[in-house]
């Protein structure tokens, strides 16, 4: 089955310490995207990539770093420097030629950092 | 710019009601219009989507018409069940841009 894939479902880190967020996705989508929800909020776009080796930040990519060295893969590093790191990370994937713009997303990853 | 508007929440129903949740939006040129869905602790799953005036949405008896007039993408359910308990988004994606804009969501809980 196509689909994405984010691991773990619940991270645990300490406050100072970098964290990656893993993102894989089987479905041959050319974009990948990470958002951030927080308790009763809406999405919020961390950043995003349309091809290999290229991404741009959306809303609120301080305190967070991406790379794009795969098509299938798109992780995120929430560094030390991002301030209030806790909430839920949602990664998305889409097509970009011909397309009318919907977003497939994954499971998500609970991060709590204390 | 581009945003959406959502009805806000909370919003409770007994089983069997009839359900709308309203959604209004603002682009300056001819979006297509999602419906996410979220269960307690899931990602967003597509519910239905609607790319030009006119077009009505449909899946799992839930239904949305794409009202250039007055700008609106309404979801509609007949007879809502428990398990249509969720977040429910609506989104825009402006002619291809590469960006969804979200509305903030309205939690949706169906009572027994």
């Known amino acids: 089955d196509g689909g994405i894939t984010q691991s773990p479902k619940y991270l645990f880190r300490k406050e100072g310490q970098n964290v990656t967020l893993s993102c894989e996705q089987n479905?041959?989508?050319?974009?990948m995207y990470w958002y951030r929800q927080d308790p009763g909020q809406g999405l919020r776009l961390i950043y995003y990539?349309?091809?290999?080796?290229?991404?741009q930040k959306g809303d609120i990519a301080e305190g967070y770093s991406v790379s794009r060295e795969k098509k299938e893969s798109f992780p995120l590093t929430v560094t030390s420097a991002q301030k209030n790191p806790t909430a839920f990370y949602l990664c998305?994937?889409?097509?970009?030629?011909?397309?009318?713009?919907?977003?497939?997303f994954g499971p998500g990853t609970r991060l709590t950092v204390t | 710019g581009n945003s959406v508007t959502q009805m806000e929440g909370p919003v409770t129903l007994s089983e069997e009601a009839f359900l709308t949740i309203n959604c209004t939006y603002t682009?300056?040129?001819?979006?297509?219009l999602f419906w996410y869905v979220q269960y307690p602790g899931e990602g967003l799953q597509l519910l239905l989507k609607?790319?030009?005036?006119?077009d009505k949405g449909s899946n799992k008896g839930f239904e949305a018409t794409y009202r250039k007039e007055t700008t609106s993408f309404h979801l509609e359910k007949g007879s809502v069940q428990v398990s249509d308990s969720a977040v429910y988004f609506c989104?825009?994606?402006?002619?291809?841009?590469?960006?969804?804009?979200f509305g903030q969501g309205t939690r949706l809980t169906i009572n027994p």
């Open positions: 998305a994937s889409s097509v970009t030629q011909g397309a009318v713009g919907e977003q497939y």
């Open positions: 479905l041959n989508h050319d974009a």
């Open positions: 990539s349309q091809i290999v080796n290229d991404f």
């Open positions: 682009a300056t040129g001819y979006p297509s």
């Open positions: 609607a790319t030009k005036a006119d």
């Open positions: 989104a825009l994606n402006n002619q291809g841009a590469q960006k969804l804009v």
